[in-house]
């Protein structure tokens, strides 16, 4: 029997499911695939449009780049770009066209009342991400580290000469373990066995050794216990904790750190050394990343021996910005789970493949939905547009019936055509294409934006039912919604309800800014680079003037130079009503464009220090590109702003001891209702593209019962 499967939303989860389960051998003699989709594109959170009434500009959800991590999603990509037939004039024709690396990031840090850039050059490697391989363990993740360790002390520090005590340290570590219950510190220092024990302190002991040495103590150490860690005692994982504790403290006496270059070395290995210790101490080797998800990352980090100076430098400030990391947008309430953020880092840091991030050289619709909806309809996979949840009907333990609302009535009954053309590339456009709709003029006059929560056009009510028009159901919707279209299915399942009630979601907003200068004209680097750690909200930004060739700006007038995307959390609403509400997305809109302005007024100098007006401080506006004829502060009109304060566009976040509750793909209770997106349980609990894909694989695999390769 085919089985007809319903996937609700656009997003990277539900694509990720449609793609693996499309990918099964004679999927058609099994499945019946449907996507219904909210509006005109697919994307969700990640969804862009081109805006047909200037110059066809790309208009994104916010800032996206893509981790060299990301084995899943790039491994989707690459299937779904080898899928497409020959496109001449296609600029993007190959996923090694769409995604450029981006080696480079600047850390932004306020150093005795100045912003500092600080440049993280990152080497590349010749790895291709999406290929596969093994992944490190915890344990691996210690020698990692400890590497790192010993190749930064080295660039401060001449190779120590050979000493009789650093060999016996280095010798003693390696050796067998006779009794394996006794510290091998104790066992270098007989004499001072009782001190160890009292007080762990080998510091009287340890304080001349070169801090090299101790690492490679630490290192010998660790190999000698090997990766059988069940056999591993505690005691051991404390000499390593001691060995690094006295190589930083020796380090820090030997070197000066008023030098910028030195401050900066100590506080990176300052951290490096606290998450080691934290691994070792708390846990996390016997019982995995979740052993210290009930700490919060700074609180843990602060636990474990990171200086005030770390915990407020550019560093860690530039995760909680990479990640949204603020309890309801509040920048001043840190809340990010701190296995979660560890794991995080030591992925980004440590097992990237060709470069930290990744760009993509168009819209992430151009470059990631539009290829994927190209091949999915020509495979034979369904796309219903125009399609919004309302509710999700439970009945006996299943889903029953789907009500949802269908917005607009395609033109003859044909299929809806989304995409345009915009310079050979394939594009999601901004708005719908309205001469295929019925009701595209009145849509049109009233500015109806189809895709808010609180728009005011009720559409035409419809119900699916199970055993007629689906069997299975694919929740690929945002979590944010699930109050709102899922309240049946809170009710029926006890672990979706707490999962609903826990895993949280920030507000966040985004600028895009298109100038008349170059970059290197109002200052900003010469090298393309991302920029985060900045001034709160707008605290990232990234040069993307290598867009403009993607745009169509007119012959009959200069084009601007420079563009700007800037993103940052958007702090809750005091309320929010009940749709429809039309004014209320707009006053927002107007809250976001207010604290952009005030931002740039007082802020533009940290970032384009030679673009500012006559008080050294506020963009200078008439640089803003603008076209028809405004003066001043209201050139902001022609820019670009948008808040993610839509129930399902609401980043999903990693608050404090939240992936409890998460589930996994299978696991909603209901017996044909799977979940797919960066809300689900995954090896990766976190808001980003890799993790919506990780799910959506996961549920292709729960639907179909077939195995189906997950790289985690």
Same mark, same amino acid.
């Given at each position: ?150 190749? #930064? *002390? =080295? ?5 120590? !000469? +050979? @000493? ?6 280095? %010798?003693?570590? &390696? ?88 401050? #900066? *070395? =100590? ?5 490096? !050394? +606290? @998450? ?6 708390? %846990?996390?080797? &016997? ?426």
């Amino acid at each position: 029997m085919i089985r007809k499967v319903a996937i609700l939303g656009g997003g990277c989860g539900s694509m990720a499911t449609a793609w693996a389960l499309t990918g099964l051998p004679d999927w058609q003699e099994k499945f019946d695939i449907t996507v219904y989709q909210l509006g005109w594109r697919l994307g969700g959170k990640c969804a862009s449009g081109r805006d047909a009434d200037m110059a066809y500009r790309i208009q994104e959800h916010g800032l996206h780049v893509w981790g060299g991590f990301y084995e899943n999603a790039f491994r989707l990509m690459q299937e779904a770009y080898g899928a497409l037939p020959p496109d001449t004039g296609n600029p993007l024709e190959t996923w090694e066209d769409a995604l450029k690396k981006l080696s480079t990031v600047i850390l932004q840090e306020h150093i005795d009342g100045q912003w500092l850039n600080w440049y993280l050059d990152l080497p590349e490697n010749s790895a291709v991400p999406g290929t596969g391989g093994v992944l490190p363990s915890i344990w691996d993740y210690v020698q990692l580290i400890l590497n790192w360790l010993e190749a #930064r *002390i =080295l660039e401060q520090m001449k190779p120590p !000469a +050979a @000493t009789p005590l650093t060999d016996q340290i280095i %010798g003693e570590s &390696a050796a067998p373990t006779q009794p394996p219950h006794v510290s091998f510190l104790q066992r270098i220092f007989p004499a001072a066995a009782a001190h160890f024990a009292a007080a762990a302190d080998a510091s009287p002991l340890l304080k001349d050794v070169h801090p090299v040495d101790l690492i490679r103590a630490a290192s010998a150490l660790h190999t000698a216990l090997g990766h059988d860690v069940q056999s591993h005692f505690g005691i051991h994982h404390l000499d390593i904790v001691t060995l690094v504790d006295q190589s930083v403290e020796n380090l820090v006496q030997r070197l000066d750190a008023t030098d910028n270059d030195v401050r #900066r *070395i =100590l506080m990176l290995i300052n951290f490096a !050394a +606290a @998450t080691l210790k934290g691994i070792l101490r708390d %846990g996390v080797i &016997a019982g995995g990343w979740a052993a210290i998800n009930g700490y919060e990352w700074t609180d843990w980090l602060t636990r474990n021996g990171a200086w005030q100076s770390t915990i407020d430098g550019a560093l860690v400030r530039a995760i909680y910005d990479y990640v949204f990391g603020f309890f309801k947008g509040n920048t001043a309430v840190r809340n990010l789970e701190a296995g979660t953020a560890t794991y995080g880092v030591l992925r980004l840091f440590f097992t990237y493949k060709g470069a930290i991030f990744w760009e993509m050289q168009a819209g992430m619709g151009d470059v990631v939905f539009a290829p994927l909806y190209r091949v999915l309809k020509e495979r034979g996979v369904k796309f219903e547009f125009f399609s919004k949840i309302e509710n999700l009907g439970v009945s006996d333990g299943v889903i029953d019936r789907i009500d949802m609302s269908t917005q607009a009535t395609i033109n003859g009954g044909a299929d809806y055509k989304p995409l345009i053309r915009v310079g050979g590339t394939h594009s999601w456009p901004a708005a719908p294409l309205y001469g295929q709709l019925v009701e595209g003029q009145e849509l049109r006059d009233k500015g109806i934006d189809l895709e808010s929560f609180w728009a005011d056009w009720p559409g035409t009510p419809r119900t699916l039912q199970r055993g007629q028009d689906f069997d299975d159901v694919v929740l690929g919707i945002s979590i944010g919604s699930f109050p709102h279209i899922a309240k049946e299915v809170m009710a029926a399942s006890e672990p979706m309800n707490l999962m609903v009630q826990n895993v949280g979601t920030v507000q966040t907003g985004s600028v895009q800014l298109w100038l008349d200068p170059t970059g290197v004209d109002v200052g900003a680097s010469d090298v393309r680079r991302a920029s985060t750690a900045g001034v709160e909200s707008l605290s990232t930004w990234s040069d993307m003037s290598f867009l403009l060739q993607r745009e169509q700006w007119p012959p009959d007038g200069p084009p601007p130079q420079f563009i700007a995307y800037m993103c940052g959390v958007f702090e809750d609403a005091e309320s929010y009503p009940v749709p429809p509400d039309p004014a209320f997305p707009e006053a927002q809109l107007e809250r976001w464009k207010r604290i952009a302005a005030d931002w740039l007024r007082a802020n533009a100098y940290t970032i384009w220090p030679k673009g500012v007006g006559g008080d050294g401080k506020s963009l200078d506006w008439s640089l803003l590109h603008d076209s028809s004829g405004n003066t001043g502060e209201q050139r902001l009109d022609a820019q670009y702003f948008k808040v993610n304060i839509d129930p399902s566009e609401r980043y999903v976040a990693s608050f404090t001891n939240t992936s409890i509750y998460r589930l996994a793909a299978g696991a909603s209770g209901l017996t044909n209702l799977y979940l797919s997106g960066d809300w689900v349980k995954t090896e990766f609990n976190a808001g980003c593209v890799e993790a919506a894909v990780m799910a959506g694989l996961a549920c292709a695999m729960a639907l179909s019962g077939e195995p189906i390769k997950i790289i985690q």
